[in-house]
């Protein structure tokens, strides 16, 4: 069993910055894309950005050119860095663990809340 734990959330201004981090319990790197889902209120849950076992990246539309998502696989930790925030950027940011071969195996983090509000 991997436990996905989330830290970096919080509250901030439009137009600031923050990082989020998912720290794996075992080292699944080698194996699993690692990805930010994000859900705000009401709303169906998203991709964020995904990154690959081999550093393949991808963005929602939405965020491109503002937010970065990064693997250190020597401390089974993914990182989202989040520039520019919007409002509508508010939501709680899930971390999200899939293993890139058969049968299919998917992890969730707890989740950590961003408010973007002024």
């Known amino acids: 069993q991997v436990q996905l734990v989330e830290s970096g959330g919080g509250v901030v201004q439009p137009g600031g910055a923050l990082r989020l981090s998912c720290a794996a319990s075992?080292?699944?790197?080698?194996?699993?894309?690692m990805a930010w889902y994000r859900q705000a209120p009401g709303k169906q849950r998203e991709l964020v950005a995904a990154?690959?076992?081999?550093?393949?990246?991808n963005y929602a539309d939405s965020v491109k050119g503002r937010f970065t998502i990064s693997r250190d696989n020597a401390k089974n930790t993914v990182y989202l860095q989040m520039n520019s925030l919007k409002p509508e950027d508010t939501a709680v940011y899930f971390c999200n663990a899939d293993r890139e071969y058969l049968p299919p195996l998917r992890y969730w983090g707890q989740g950590t809340q961003v408010t973007v509000s002024s």
């Open positions: 075992a080292s699944i790197f080698s194996i699993y894309t």
């Open positions: 990154i690959t076992s081999v550093g393949r990246l």
